[in-house]
T-cell receptor, first 109, second 114 residues
Framework: RKEVEQDPGPFNVPEGATVAFNCTYS??????FFWYRQDCRKEPKLLMS???SGNEDGRFTAQLNRASQYISLLIRDSKLSDSATYLC??????????FGTGTRLQVFP | NAGVMQNPRHLVRRRGQEARLRCSPM?????VYWYRQLPEEGLKFMVY????????ESGMPKERFSAEFPKEGPSILRIQQVVRGDSAAYFC????????????FGEGSWLTVV
């Protein structure tokens, strides 16, 4: 079983739609959680950290459920520029980040 | 304040040749990480270095791969006797503190083995 599992998608949604991505992780010792965004043939960039209480950054909301070992990302009012691959990332307070394979989002006009 | 700089951005090597990928961390960062991304896969940790020291190389293949971060100059990921399966994007990242905090990625080096 992969340490971090994501639905690869693609998710094809119209502009203005709300879309949600889910992610599960296998190691209960995981301490830190993140969502990264990666555009085609580009480096991953930190979108937001994920906290137990849930957190919001503009149109983006992240949730963490430690009991279920489940992380989610909600994007409201999707823009064309949101089209990218979204990577779920966990860290066990070690020196390495564990990346999921990513969920591809395509927003169409 | 320049970001993480990687070069070359694109590299083509024939099977059996050597590939050298360089990474200059952000100014003030002494922690460097190398990740590999195979086509259609997620990023996989390879190695974590601090100046002149390899801290964690648990993700490095046992043969042909090596990494260094000398006191002066960039970090170098070296792949000897490349094979087709080494074709991938190699990302370097750096941080001012050990990972768990924010790390910053370079734009990557795309290696193609023909």
């Amino acid at each position: 079983r992969k340490e971090v599992e994501q639905d690869p998608g693609p998710f094809n949604v119209p502009e203005g739609a709300t879309v949600a991505f889910n992610c599960t992780y296998s190691n209960s010792a995981s301490q830190s959680f993140f969502w990264y965004r990666q555009d085609c043939r580009k480096e991953p960039k930190l979108l937001m950290s994920v906290y137990s209480s849930g957190n919001e950054d503009g149109r983006f909301t992240a949730q963490l459920n430690r009991a279920s070992q489940y992380i989610s990302l909600l994007i409201r009012d999707s823009k064309l520029s949101d089209s990218a691959t979204y990577l779920c990332v966990v860290n066990k307070n070690t020196d390495k980040l564990i990346f999921g394979t990513g969920t591809r989002l395509q927003v169409f006009p | 304040n320049a970001g993480v700089m990687q070069n070359p951005r694109h590299l083509v090597r024939r099977r059996g040749q050597e590939a050298r990928l360089r990474c200059s961390p952000m100014k003030g960062h002494s922690h460097v990480y190398w990740y590999r991304q195979l086509p259609e896969e997620g990023l996989k940790f390879m190695v974590y270095l601090q100046k002149e020291n390899i801290i964690d190389e648990s993700g490095m293949p046992k043969e042909r791969f090596s990494a260094e971060f000398p006191k002066e100059g960039p970090s170098i990921l070296r792949i000897q006797q490349v094979v087709r399966g080494d074709s991938a994007a190699y990302f370097c990242a750096s941080s001012s503190q050990p990972a768990g905090n924010t790390i910053y990625f370079g734009e990557g080096s795309w290696l193609t083995v023909v």
